[in-house]
C-alpha cells in the first residue's frame, strides 16, 4: 500500500488522508489498553534511551504528561519512574477517569503528530497555530517540547523511521496540494 501512495493522483492522497482517521478511529478503541501500552513504551524507550539514561527527563517523574491524538479519539498518561517510561491505566468506561490527573497535555490532530515526527512541521509554529495545544504546567510543557526536538530520529527502529518519514512527507505533499487549490 505505501509504495503505491506516490502513484497515486493527488486527489486520491487528499482523500486518503482527509478519510483516515475517520476509518481507523471507531476500530483503534478496540485495541487493547496492553497493546497499545507496549508499543508506545517500546518506542518511547527506543526514542529516549539516552535522554533517560542521562537524567534528561527527571522532570517527569511523579508527573504525568497527557498525550491525545484529538482525530483519533486516544488519550495516553505518561510519567517516568525507575528510569523508565510508565503508562497509566486505561481510563474506566463507567467513570470516564482515573485517579490520576495530568499535570500538562499536549493534544493536536494525528496528521500535526505525524508532521512534527517526521521534522517537516515546527511544534513551535503548530502551538501558534493552535493546532498544538499545550495546557497545564506550561514551564513542563516547555521542558517536555524541548526535549522532543532534541530527539535523534535515527534512534527509532529503522522500519518505524522510515514510515514515519515516508508518510510525513506524502502527507507534507497533500497539504501543500490542499493549500494551492484553496488559493485558485
Known amino acids: 500500500m505505501l509504495n503505491l ?35 508506545l513504551l517500546s518506542a518511547l524507550h527506543s526514542v529516549f534511551k539516552d535522554a533517560i539514561k542521562e537524567g534528561e527527563l527527571d522532570f517527569l517523574q511523579d508527573k504525568w504528561l497527557k498525550i491525545t491524538i484529538t482525530d483519533l479519539d486516544l488519550s495516553w498518561l505518561l510519567s ?7 503508562m497509566a ?28 515526527a517526521g521534522r517537516k512541521e515546527d511544534p513551535d509554529t503548530l502551538f501558534f497555530q493552535r493546532r498544538l495545544k499545550i495546557e497545564g504546567d506550561t514551564e513542563l510543557g516547555l521542558e517536555v517540547k524541548n526535549v522532543i526536538d532534541a530527539i535523534d530520529l535515527d534512534n527509532l527502529p529503522s522500519i518505524l523511521h522510515s514510515w514515519v518519514n515516508f508518510l510525513a512527507a506524502q502527507l ?11 488559493r485558485d
Request: contains cysteine; positive net charge; glycine residues 2%.
Open 5 to 39: 501512495l506516490p502513484s497515486m493522483p493527488m486527489s486520491m492522497r487528499i482523500n486518503l488522508f482527509t478519510y483516515a482517521p475517520k476509518v481507523l478511529r471507531p476500530s483503534l478503541r478496540f485495541i487493547p489498553h496492553q497493546c497499545q501500552q507496549y508499543a
Open 80 to 86: 517516568i519512574k525507575d528510569n523508565k517510561f510508565i
Open 89 to 116: 491505566p486505561r481510563q474506566s468506561s463507567l467513570s470516564g477517569t482515573t485517579n490520576i490527573s495530568e499535570t500538562v497535555s499536549f493534544s493536536a490532530a494525528g496528521d500535526d503528530l505525524l508532521l512534527i
Open 172 to 182: 507534507q505533499q497533500v497539504k501543500q496540494a490542499q493549500n494551492e487549490r484553496s
